[in-house]
């Protein structure tokens, strides 16, 4: 009698604990609210927008790695400006004020800045820096030591946005044009001998 209660209590906890390997939970977390990460540094930190083709970028930056200094009364640099240099293949940064040595990073999209086998090159006042690289989806994160009264910045790519704009495109399709024009015009393959 007793090994039949437990038999039927074993097959009525397992009819009644779910086995199913689906969890559904649409009830308590809305899934399209969850569909891109969170990250504190993006919220906490300080960005400059830039628009190419009517579309906007965010590159973040800030100092030091950890939360532990957020809110404090710890005077941080201030940065005069963030330029994307076209010819470099570069963003270039000028620090209005440094005030102690500290770590400065620089969470750029890879659509703005990318780097062929993620070998970025930074230079801090000229000089080639080490610096450490963190990897997301779509951004990469370049962070890097920056010394009391640093000035000049350069974080330098193999590709930059806008690879083409609109005046190069515009200029190869005038030439292009130009090309096929004179070709019909002046017919240089008349003038050349045949060989038979």
Request: aromatic share 14%; glycine share 6%; net charge negative.
């Amino acid at each position: 009698m007793l090994l039949m209660i437990k038999i039927s209590l074993a097959i009525f906890l397992l009819l009644i604990i779910p086995t199913s390997s689906f969890v559904f939970a649409e009830h308590i977390f809305n899934s399209e609210a969850y569909a891109q990460y969170l990250d504190i540094s993006q919220i906490e930190s300080k960005k400059v927008t830039f628009t190419f083709d009517e579309k906007s970028y965010d590159i973040y930056y800030g100092y030091r790695g950890s939360l532990d200094s957020m809110g404090s009364d710890e005077q941080y640099p201030i940065l005069s400006s963030m330029n994307i240099n076209e010819e470099r293949k570069s963003i270039e940064i000028v620090m209005e004020d440094v005030p102690e040595k500290t770590d400065f990073w620089v969470r750029t999209p890879e659509d703005v800045l990318y780097a062929d086998g993620e070998k970025f090159k930074v230079l801090v006042d000229g000089v080639d820096t080490r610096y450490d690289l963190m990897k997301f989806p779509n951004d990469y994160v370049v962070g890097f030591v920056i010394s009391e009264d640093t000035k000049n910045i350069e974080i330098i790519g193999t590709r930059v946005i806008p690879e083409f704009g609109a005046y190069s495109v515009l200029i190869l399709g005038i030439t292009i044009l130009g090309l096929v024009y004179f070709t019909h015009k002046f017919s240089f393959g008349n003038s050349l001998p045949r060989i038979n």
